[in-house]
Structures are given as C-alpha cells and as structure tokens.
C-alpha cells in the first residue's frame, strides 16, 4: 500500500520569501510523484510531475520539486512567493508497477498555503 | 482543460434520498474516477472505471455506486444520501494508459445533505 504524509495543513510565508512544503510517501515500488494545486472553488491542476530520469523536476508557475529516494520526499518548493501563490497545494502518489490499468492516485491531506503581504 | 463537465454543480438534498451526480467527458478516455474531498482527508477515491460497463472500487466505496454505459459518461449514485455524504465531488480523466500519465479534474459538485 501506498500513502502520502504532508507535514503542515496551514503554511505561511511572506511575499517574495521561499515556499517550502513537504511531502513524504511510503511505496513498496517505485513511485510516480504528483504536485497538484487547488484554487478556491475550484478543481485540481497539476503542477508538476516526476516518473522516471531527473530527479529535480520543474512545474508552472515557478514551482519545482526534488524526488530524493533515500528520503522517501518530494519536497515542493519555489525561490519567491507571489499573492497568487496561496492555494490549497496537494502531494500524491501512484504506484509505477501496479496492474495495468488499475492505477490510481493516493493523495496526501493537503497544505494551505498563505501569502502575507 | 480536458474537457470534463460535471453535473450538478451544486445540489442541496434530503437525508435518505438518491442523488446521481455526472460526469461527462468529450475526449475518449478510457479512465475515470469519482474522488470525495474533504477538511483533513484530502481526496479520497469511491470508484474508477477502467471502460465502458468496467468499474471497481476505490477506499471509500460504501454507500456509492456508479455507473458507465458509455465512454463519455460515468455516474456516481448516492443510493440514500447520509449527512457524512455532505462533501465535494471530483470526477477525474487519466490522459492515456499507464500512472504516470496525468490525472486531470474537473470542476467539483458541491454536494449537501440535510
């Protein structure tokens, strides 16, 4: 079985300072990571992905993570917070080697995240 | 936008009465999802289908079912909603086969129970 632990519910950090929001998995296999952001009312985006090959992968909106196996972490982070940065940001996880078809998403709880001026 | 529509988008019910929610989608895909969100648990998955009449269930099952008699429609029914039913919906596309193709959402059903 797979899980997602996202540490912190409510992040905040000030305009043009660094984001920092962390993400552990747990995956007997490989895992494929997953960054999603949710605006208010809205549905999920993704942010960015990793699969295979680079282990620092860079999304939209100037986000990036680093997949660090021997940490079992998917950090997300981005160098200078902007106002729209704040949103509701989601960690997941799919397991790379599971029957065909049957793939399917673990998500973490979620991390808020808010700007302050 | 990969082209999911869901309906309702919001709906007020009464304990004990089904509610169906739909989720259409205009670009083939042969995987959706229905996911539950909710304050501290994140999203949760209650069903997925694999093809058309091919479904199965997620970890929060119990109290749902769906539905898919065409490619671009799956279902989800509520067969007599509870108040813990109270939550938002997402219906989910994977864009092609395998996981680590992208799992794309659509806008959410607002659902309540009273």
């Known amino acids: 079985a797979q899980s997602v632990t996202q540490l912190g519910s409510h992040v905040s950090v000030s305009e043009g300072a660094l984001v920092l929001l962390r993400c552990n998995y747990s995956s007997s296999v490989p895992p494929y990571l997953f960054w999603y952001v949710q605006y208010p009312n809205q549905g999920l985006q993704l942010l960015l992905k990793y699969t295979t090959g680079a282990t620092l992968v860079k999304g939209i909106n100037g986000f990036e993570a680093e997949f660090k196996k021997s940490e079992t972490s998917f950090h997300l982070t981005k160098p200078s917070a902007h106002m729209s940065d704040a949103a509701e940001y989601f960690c997941?996880?799919?397991?790379?080697?599971?029957?065909?078809?049957?793939?399917?998403?673990?998500f973490g709880t979620g991390t808020r995240l808010t700007i302050i001026p | 936008d990969a082209g999911i529509t869901q309906s309702p988008r919001h709906k007020v019910t009464e304990t004990g009465t089904p509610v169906t929610l739909r989720c259409h989608q205009t670009e083939n895909h042969r995987y959706m999802y229905w996911y539950r969100q909710d304050p501290g648990h994140g999203l949760r998955l209650i069903h997925y289908?694999?093809?058309?009449?091919?479904?199965d269930k997620g970890e929060v099952s119990d109290g749902y079912s769906v539905s898919r008699s065409k490619t671009e429609d799956f279902l989800l029914t509520l067969e007599s909603a509870t108040s813990s039913q109270t939550s938002v919906y997402f219906c989910?596309?994977?864009?092609?086969?395998?996981?680590?193709?992208?799992?794309?959402f659509g806008e959410g059903s607002w659902l309540t129970v009273v």
């Open positions: 289908s694999y093809g058309v009449k091919d479904t």
């Open positions: 997941a996880v799919s397991d790379s080697f599971s029957n065909f078809g049957n793939e399917k998403l673990t």
């Open positions: 989910a596309i994977r864009a092609g086969t395998g996981p680590g193709n992208t799992i794309y």
